[in-house]
């Protein structure tokens, strides 16, 4: 459903005037990016941008980076090895004399045939903690799209608060200037000059920090973008579609978000991976079965040595000092905490889909309640219309604020169902497509 909008002329050619000015020296100040915001911005166009640099998402990126390289040096612990081994020596035989030259060199080739499960136990912990961190990185993604759009609506809803405020203040200052004109005839007394120009000052406070909240929401949206110096100037009203869905069942979101939203999935393969580490771990006192292949150089050739070795070297650990306790006790904890924070995500997401559920409840009846207060307001309009066109006194421009006022507090509603919804879908993985944001002019 459309979403309403605050649109009169009069209110955009005032409200961008002064965000002209207003703007002009944070322009100025700011740095240009390559590529500068288009203007007017479309939702679908910053929520194109979601997937550029940021602080957020180069983290994920990097910890994707870190476990990728993790699996690559898993991986290569069965493959082949090659040393150049060089030992100069000097011995001195038994039979007395000088030095003896004994030198060689050698070199060995080879390749870990089984440690006997550790090595495939710590491959598959290292592809454990990968796919966890690029469930991480898909929930960056989405959380950066949710942050985006928030902060588009903020700066929209501060527009449209703007033209409230500034209806106000003008309304308040026609009457101030009756008053004044009255009181210059002498039919008003001084109190009630002063009291007219008191609540005509306090609507332009109010309307000077509406225009100072554009600016500020409007940064707030160019840092989201990681475009702190490209402030947006002028924004499209979105056309909001499927806000006519039904409430999701609690119980039924629930089991759906267990099993695929990514925080808890990541963390799922990361407790994973945490007992595949202890199972390794625990196989470090296996034995360890290579083949060999030897080819050396003798300074002192001896009837007992060979230029050639091929064979299997079989290594048993018998004593380690220890070092392996230590390091099945430490992946053990790690487990442990794994685990935990396993179920205490899942606790987080139980409350968290229950608040969700209930943020539409509520949302729903409050968007039912704005859409009577437009109607009622629309009306209220045409009657103060009506009785101005016959000379019966009334405050039109009062129900011309009412009704803006009222449009503002649709929209707002419309708003926040939205980002309500998006919400969910990113509680159950979905990421939110830039493309099928749609928008009205």
């Not at 200052?173 to 210059?184: G, I, K, Q, S």
């Not at 100037?233 to 099993?259: C, H, M, N, W």
């Not at 969700?356 to 009622?376: D, G, H, N």
Request: aromatic share 6%; proline share 4%.
């Amino acid at each position: 459903m459309p979403v309403a909008r605050i649109n009169t002329k009069r209110s955009r050619r005032i409200a961008g005037c002064l965000l002209g000015t207003f703007f002009l020296g944070a322009h100025a100040l700011a740095q240009t990016p390559a590529t500068p915001l288009p203007s007017p911005l479309t939702l679908g166009q910053a929520l194109a941008l979601a997937d550029e640099s940021h602080p957020d998402l180069d983290i994920a990126r990097s910890n994707i980076d870190r476990a990728r390289a993790r699996v690559l040096e898993q991986e290569s612990r069965q493959g082949t090895r090659a040393y150049l081994d060089l030992i100069p020596e000097q011995v001195n035989p038994s039979t007395g004399g000088g030095g003896v030259n004994d030198s060689r060199a050698r070199i060995l080739v080879s390749r870990q045939l089984t440690d006997f499960g550790r090595t495939r136990a710590l491959e598959n912990a290292a592809h454990g903690e990968l796919a966890g961190r690029e469930l991480a990185f898909l929930d960056a993604r989405q959380q950066r799209r949710i942050e985006i759009m928030a902060r588009f609506f903020d700066v929209l809803l501060a527009d449209a608060r703007y033209a409230v405020d500034n209806e106000e203040m003008a309304q308040r200052y026609v009457a101030y200037d009756r008053v004044r004109e009255r009181h210059a005839l002498g039919q008003v007394s001084e109190v009630e000059l002063l009291e007219s120009e008191n609540r005509y000052q306090e609507a332009l406070i109010v309307r000077t920090e509406s225009q100072k909240r554009q600016f500020a929401m409007r940064l707030q949206l160019a840092l989201a973008l990681n475009r702190p110096g490209d402030i947006p100037g002028e924004l499209v009203s979105p056309a909001i579609t499927g806000l006519e869905r039904d409430i999701p069942d609690y119980k039924a979101l629930f089991e759906r978000a267990r099993q695929t939203n990514p925080v808890v999935a990541a963390l799922r393969k990361d407790a994973e991976a945490a007992r595949t580490a202890l199972s390794a771990e625990r196989a470090r006192s296996r034995p360890t079965l290579n083949a060999e292949i030897e080819a050396a150089d003798y300074e002192r050739n001896l009837q007992a040595r060979s230029n050639f070795r091929a064979g299997l070297s079989l290594r048993i650990p018998l004593y380690q000092g220890g070092e392996v306790d230590a390091a099945v006790t430490r992946a053990a904890s790690e487990q442990a905490a794994r685990e935990a924070q396993l179920h205490k995500a899942e606790y987080d997401l139980q409350k968290t889909v229950l608040d969700a559920v209930q943020e539409l409840e509520t949302l729903k009846v409050k968007r039912q309640a704005a859409k009577q207060r437009v109607a009622f307001r629309d009306l209220y309009l045409d009657r103060a219309r009506a009785i101005y066109e016959m000379e019966v006194q009334t405050s039109l421009g009062d129900a011309m604020t009412r009704l803006t006022e009222a449009q503002w507090l649709a929209t707002k509603a419309d708003f926040e169902f939205a980002l309500a919804w998006a919400r969910i879908e990113a509680l159950t993985g979905k990421l939110i497509d830039a493309t099928a944001q749609e928008t009205k002019p």
